[in-house]
């Protein structure tokens, strides 16, 4: 519900919104936030008092709310600037993420393949070392002082030697131009081998695989006609993480990483899920939701589900996850804690896809395996599916300057502004939220989709209003497992 609040009332720059909108009957709450992401909770009777003028500054009460800048007539403008452009500093960089697609070919058939990778054996799928030198002279022209080089695919590993052209070139490259240079590779880790593995830690890059839970779930989701693809996950990622130990690195830091995509076999396995993850010692788990792109849009009648059953199922997950840390057991929710972070510190995650604008184009791009430059990997992800809407041009052809400042990029950059879109405009969620036009397009048609009915929207609301129950009259206990879920430690 939304408070049509008086023209001449001074709290017409808020945005009120009640709590908990969906499966939680717990007592009703009303969010108070500003643009900064500055909050606070309070009863119905007392925004009622709020409105009223009853609320005296000196008071309990007020006092929080000034502290917070949220008091109706004490907005400090200067100091909510001064937050505000704390947070938003993300503006003042360019695409520090650069997604590389070393090959389109894989040795699975994940069904849920947003990808639309093409088979092992095909050919013509493959990057070549002139385009490779291309896509990195490319990246090296951001104006981002920091620079991520992600491998994805297909199975970027399949193509081994073309990414370890892409890191030597890179290294050699950046001996003079001096960035902050990191690399990652996404991998389904079935093509990795000894020699890989020591090669690819030797140069600190970072791995990620997919996880999506016990051996029957994973398996299901991601047939692998040679073996298990989930003995093959478990094998080389306890492999590298004891690699990690072995060398004195902290593994509560350097460790594999793991992403958990939902499918219909997921649902009513939450808590097996979440054990999975705890036996082989992983701390962070990412639940996401299906996206309607690549191969995903063809099998949805066999995986697809409802937000309803998806927000269920997730719901399910974050109750047990926190019921393990309350029984001290480690371990956090991806998406939670990342509102979490907007929430309760002074920071943003750099989240791309919960930025305002959101990081197309100016946060990151990617790279197809034949050098075409896309705005992001959702977009390239489209373009295997017969769109080239987002695609942005070529390495080696197009000049960066022309890449960051096309119509496609400033497209984009408006349709994920949460300040274009009237719905949003009343939401007490604004502060943290983010839109991502690729998926607008894909369920609605238009990359300005309508809040009302996306998906994703949904989601974001549903989540938010679950913390925010959480934070009012928070006890310590649960405080300090999200500050904890908060705290940003930097690899190096």
């Not at 003042?92 to 389109?104: F, S």
Request: proline fraction near 4%; charge should be neutral.
């Amino acid at each position: 519900m939304r408070y049509r609040i008086p023209n001449n009332s001074q709290l017409k720059l808020y945005k009120f919104r009640e709590g908990l909108p969906y499966f939680f009957d717990t007592g009703e709450i009303i969010v108070l936030t500003n643009d900064a992401g500055d909050f606070h909770t309070v009863s119905p009777g007392e925004f009622y008092k709020l409105l009223k003028g009853e609320i005296k500054e000196d008071s309990s009460l007020g006092k929080i709310l000034t502290e917070k800048n949220l008091f109706p007539g004490r907005i400090d403008k200067d100091q909510m600037a001064i937050w505000l452009a704390r947070k938003m500093k993300f503006l003042n960089a360019g695409p520090n993420l650069h997604i590389v697609i070393p090959t389109l070919r894989c040795n699975q058939q994940c069904l849920y393949c947003h990808a639309s990778r093409r088979d092992e054996s095909r050919t013509g799928f493959d990057m070549t070392e002139d385009t490779a030198k291309k896509v990195v002279d490319t990246i090296f022209d951001t104006t981002s002082p920091q620079i991520t080089i992600e491998f994805q695919g297909g199975e970027p590993l399949i193509n081994f030697e073309i990414v370890r052209f892409i890191i030597e070139y890179a290294l050699e490259k950046n001996k003079e131009i001096q960035k902050e240079l990191y690399f990652s590779v996404v991998t389904n880790l079935s093509k990795i081998d000894e020699k890989k593995m020591k090669y690819l830690l030797d140069r600190s890059v970072l791995f990620c695989t997919s996880l999506d839970g016990p051996q029957k779930i994973h398996d299901a989701n991601r047939p692998f006609s040679k073996n298990s693809s989930y003995r093959e996950t478990i094998k080389w990622m306890t492999r590298i993480n004891n690699e990690y130990k072995k060398r004195g690195f902290d593994t509560n830091i350097y460790h594999v990483d793991a992403l958990m995509t939902t499918t219909r076999q997921s649902l009513g396995h939450a808590k097996e899920i979440v054990d999975e993850y705890v036996k082989h010692g992983i701390k962070v788990i990412h639940v996401r939701p299906l996206n309607p792109l690549g191969f995903a849009s063809k099998t949805w009648s066999k995986i697809g589900y409802t937000t309803d059953e998806f927000l269920k199922f997730y719901f399910e997950i974050l109750d047990y996850v926190i019921e393990l840390n309350l029984k001290g057991v480690e371990i956090q929710e991806r998406t939670a804690a990342l509102f979490i972070i907007k929430m309760i510190t002074d920071r943003d995650p750099n989240f791309l896809d919960l930025r305002s604008p959101c990081g197309a184009g100016i946060g990151q791009m990617a790279y197809n395996y034949d050098g075409k430059i896309f705005t992001c990997d959702e977009a390239r992800m489209m373009h295997e599916m017969g769109e080239d809407l987002f695609l942005l041009g070529s390495a080696g052809k197009d000049l960066y300057v022309d890449l960051v400042g096309s119509p496609i990029t400033r497209s984009i950059l408006v349709a994920s502004l949460l300040d274009a879109y009237p719905y949003c405009q009343g939401c007490a969620f604004k502060p943290y939220c983010g839109i991502c036009p690729i998926i607008n397009y894909m369920e609605q048609g238009d990359i300005f989709g309508s809040m009302e009915h996306s998906s994703k929207c949904r989601i974001n609301k549903a989540i938010l209003g679950y913390l925010f129950n959480k934070m009012h009259n928070i006890s310590n206990e649960m405080l300090q497992i999200f500050k904890k879920w908060s705290i940003f430690r930097s690899r190096e």
